[in-house]
Structures are given as C-alpha cells and as structure tokens.
C-alpha cells in the first residue's frame, strides 16, 4: 500500500482557503455511473455544474452566461469530481495524480475566453493537490452539453491505492 | 487467467433478447485501426452507424434523423464496438468491465434530447453486462461528425485476460 | 526494461522522410502541463498548431483555413506532441505504441474533409512508427477551438520504459 503523501484533513482546510468545500455528490437520471475504477486509475463521468440538485449555470457562455459565472460553474463541476471521488474512490486523499482533464465548454461564437474557464478548474486542482493536481487538457468548444450547461468537465484520475484497500 | 463470469452463449443469447445482434465489423477508408489492446485495456476507436457497408443515418439529430432513427443508430455503434471488441479483443466475453463511454451528437440547437441517444447506446451495454457495463460517460453536442452521421461513440473497455491469452 | 525497436536516429531519419522534423516544444501561458506519464502511459494535452512561439492556423477549416493549411496544421500537432515525449516521456524512441488519437477539428458547416485533416496526423505516426504508429482514433468537427487553430489533437501512447528508467 503507497502512503498519500497529504491528509484529509490537510485537504479540506486547502480547499476552504480556495473557497471551495467538498458537496454532496449530485447523482443523474441517466442510464450511467458517475466514475469506476480500475486498476488505480478512476474514470470520471463528464461532470455538469449541478449542486444541491440544481444547475448552477444554463446556457452558453457569453450573452447568457458571463465569464464570472462560467468560471464559478468550472469550479463546481471539479467539486462534484472531487465528491465522487471521496465517495467512491478511497477518499480525496486517495488522488496519486490527476492524469488527464477534457473541457467542453458550449460558448458563442465571439466568445474566445474558454481556455480561461478551463484554468478556473485546472487551478482549483492545482490549489489543492499542488504539483499531483497539474494535468494536460484539452479545452473544447461545442454546440451544446446535457442540459443546456456551459461547461462539462470528463477527468481521468491516478489512485494511490485500490480504493477497496484504501476504505479499509 | 481472470474468468469471465458470462459465457458467450449467454451473452449473443442477452443480445438477442435485447433486439440486437453482433454484426460483421466494417472497415474504414481512412488511415486508422478500430481498437488497440494495451495491459488488458481496450480503446476503441470512435464507432459510427454503420451496418453491411451502409450508414444507417446521415444528417443531424433533429429535422434530419429523428429521435427514433438518432437512437438506433447509437445501437448500431455499440454493435459495431462489439464486433471490434469479438474480432480483436478476445471476444465479446472478455469485457470485464466498460471504463467510459464517450458519446458526439451532431444534433440541431434546438434538439434538447442528446442525453437520451447516449442512454440507447448505455442501455445496450448494461443490459449485456450488466453491472459491468455500467460506465461513467460524456455526451457532447458537436457541430460535426464524419460522414455527417448524428452520433459518434468512443469506448475505453477493460478486459478480463489478454487477448492473446483468451483466444489460446 | 524492454528493448525498444527502433534506434532514436532511425526515427529522426524518418522524421526527415516524411518531411517533418522534431521542433522545440511549444509552452503554455494557461494552467496546465503538456504530458504527464503513468504506469508506462504517456497522457497528451491537446496540441495546438504551435510553431517557433507562433499558430501556424488561425480560423476555420473551409472559407479561413484551407484544406491544405490544415493538413500542414495537423501535422504541427503531431510534431508538437513528439515535442513532448521526446522532452517528458523518455524519447520519441520511447514510444510502444500509440493507442488513441481524439482529433478536434474547428470547420464551416459545409467542409466535409475533416477525417482527411486527422489521416494527415495519423499518416505522420504510421510513417514514422509503422505498425505501432497506428491508432483509433475519433475524429469530431466541433465549434470553436483554443485561440482559435482549426485544429486540436489529443494523444495517449504507451511506453516502452517508464521515462526515468528511459532516460536513466
């Protein structure tokens, strides 16, 4: 069993400082599972802004939805991966390395910041992994996400340890 | 050598039962392969609604193909990433588990079901597999998908022994 | 450690045939890392179509940005990727195989060659890998892409040596 380097506690109180906290995980009416493991390494379902059963943000960014606004959605959208990962996955203490992010970001077609929304998240996970929580990304603008969201974040995540072990 | 807990006689008897069939792979004119194994993952290319040599539907999802024909032509792309997965991966009995699915629809702005056609493509994994085929997943709204078909799968499949292995 | 099969000079050589060469890696201003590397996995972020600090590609494939700019942008990915694992992951002789090629192509609505911008990609890492160059790949025709390039490319490859052992 690798030892996580950073404790739970350690990590909440990082994430405080960031403004942030660790919700509830938000679960969906669709036929899928919001992240599985496999062999350390957990996939995530592409994670919406929805907290406490609402959508924090619809429409695209630009007219409808500002630059701010987006920016707090990112956020959220790397919360609810950081829930299903306490949830499911040993614990957020159980993050060895983030390996990969995919942004969709739904924007008008002026609208050219949506690399800037993608840094909301990245720097969230930066903030509380430090150095484990730097990633390649890739940033995408597209027609239209699940629910008229502006930002839908898919992130593939290395474990410290098999998360039955882990929760054991 | 794992088991697989589900013969392939059960398994092309579940696929029946579900209305669908393991048709015959179709190849591609680009210059790409349909899968590649590595450390008992399979990643498949993105599939699209090809059946026999033909597209099942051409044209956005909306006043082009409807929700019906969007829906079978998420099926078709299962079909297809499971006549890859049978020819190349040991078998469709070697899925240990579905990692994540990734689903493109080319659908019109005001076309609000994109969830729904990936749920067609879900539904058929998980009700071959099912637990194991339950998947976290993606469903994206794009501008455009080769050959302008309305839906584009992309499947990360785990496998219960290596190809080679499985097929000795 | 494996023996990889392919001397560094040999791949430089063929670089050279195919017209292309191994450029310095092109850096961010944004939050993020090109490449990360786990269990013998090399994770890409999207290449842009960066070269000497500048876009070789602005626009949309189609009325912008011709066919042929956009192959030769295409390129500019795969070489900005080989960049990367040449610098990160051990040496471009590193490469085991590639196992997916997401392709992200910006086009107007009519410009229907967008599998013909990713066989551009894909032939360069046929070309110089051969067999083990070859890859799934999915290729998705979206609305707007960072800094506006017509073309993204994401790449996840395996190693043949974890890039300390490699570099060692």
């Not at 990969?100 to 996970?125: E, K």
Request: with cysteine; glycine share 8%.
């Amino acid at each position: 069993m690798r030892m996580s380097t950073v404790s739970r506690a350690v990590l909440l109180s990082r994430l405080a400082e960031l403004g942030s906290t660790l919700p509830a995980p938000e679960t969906t009416i669709y036929d899928y599972v919001p992240i599985k493991v496999h062999d350390r390494i957990a996939y995530l379902a592409g994670q919406i802004p929805k907290l406490d059963g609402s959508l924090v943000a619809v429409g695209r960014a630009g007219r409808e939805v500002s630059l701010e606004q987006a920016v707090a959605a990112s956020r959220v959208c790397v919360e609810q991966a950081l829930a299903w990962i306490d949830a499911k996955a040993g614990g957020i203490e159980n993050v060895e390395q983030v390996l990969r992010m995919d942004c969709y970001v739904a924007a008008d077609d002026d609208f050219t910041q949506i690399s800037d929304i993608a840094d909301a998240a990245s720097g969230l996970l930066i903030g509380l992994y430090g150095e484990a929580g730097r990633h390649p990304r890739s940033v995408i603008g597209v027609a239209q996400l699940p629910r008229r969201v502006p930002v839908l974040l898919e992130l593939t995540v290395a474990l410290a340890n098999e998360p039955d072990a882990a929760s054991a």
